[in-house]
């Protein structure tokens, strides 16, 4: 079973990164966690399936609550090389979250959660975990359960939200159906815009819109708005709810 290390400093290592204008830097522990509130996750490799889909996007959505409920930075530390990690947040497009490569592994095996996945043939890796650390010291520690295959059941972004605090509120999902040259979309997203919300635009093509629309809401015209899993309407049904919600 991986160390439980709560109460204790982190420990010093170097980290080999690449800054955007292509020159080596050393980034050391100190530079991470000194003075700060900062909350890591680790996981055992940049562009594999759970950590790509699940485990970076969730971190990085819910950055901004991290970052009003006290937190100072959010950590992803794998065992890659500076290349990898570089090119994985361009990948995931994680402005939030600061990516570490470990290249070495030797934070990682400090902390005593490098393990051995040769069988899949990565070599040492980390173990997944989350630890949220204040001025150095690690407060809290979530680490997956030793068994098969790659678990992800405890390190995840909303655990480690609830434990800094249960009531934070978390980002509003907002999504919109929209098509090309669609004036009562625009209204649409500048509506949403003037109610603070950060939206993502879903562009149907003419060919498909409608059986798309149809499939998913029923109806044959766009825009659609969706807020937190609720189907809100159009834009008359969109300025109608704005008018309640205000």
């Known amino acids: 079973m991986a160390e ?26 100190d530079e991470l966690f000194k003075g700060q509130t900062v909350v890591v996750f680790s996981l055992p490799g940049a562009f594999t399936p759970t950590c790509s889909s699940t ?15 006290g937190v100072d930075r959010v950590l992803c530390l794998s065992v890659n ?15 939030n979250i600061t990516m570490v490569p470990d290249g070495n592994g030797e934070f990682t095996g400090k902390m005593g959660m490098l393990v051995d996945k040769s069988d899949l043939g990565f070599g040492k890796r980390s173990w997944r975990y989350s630890m949220l650390v204040k001025d ?5 520690m979530f680490i997956e359960q030793e068994k098969p ?3 992800f059941e405890v390190s995840d972004a909303d655990t480690m939200l609830a434990y800094i605090n249960p009531n934070a509120r978390k980002p509003d999902q907002v999504a919109v159906l929209t098509r090309e040259g669609c004036g009562f979309c625009a209204k649409a997203k500048a509506l949403l815009k003037d109610l603070g919300y950060n939206y993502s635009e879903v562009k149907l093509d003419h060919s498909d819109r409608s059986r798309v629309v149809g499939a998913i809401t029923g109806r044959g015209t766009v825009p659609q708005v969706f807020v937190n899993g609720k189907h809100i ?10 008018k309640k919600a205000a």
């Open 4 to 29: 439980n290390r709560e109460g204790q400093k982190v420990p010093q290592a170097s980290f080999r990164t690449r800054t955007e204008a292509g020159d080596w830097k050393t980034v050391t522990t």
């Open 55 to 69: 485990h970076v996007p969730r971190y990085n959505e819910l950055a901004p609550a991290f970052f009003a409920n």
């Open 81 to 95: 090389d500076a290349f990898v990690m570089n090119e994985w947040a361009r990948s995931q497009e994680c402005g």
């Open 136 to 140: 150095g010291v690690i407060r809290k």
């Open 149 to 151: 295959g790659d678990p």
């Open 233 to 242: 309407g159009g834009l008359e049904e969109l300025q109608q709810w704005a």
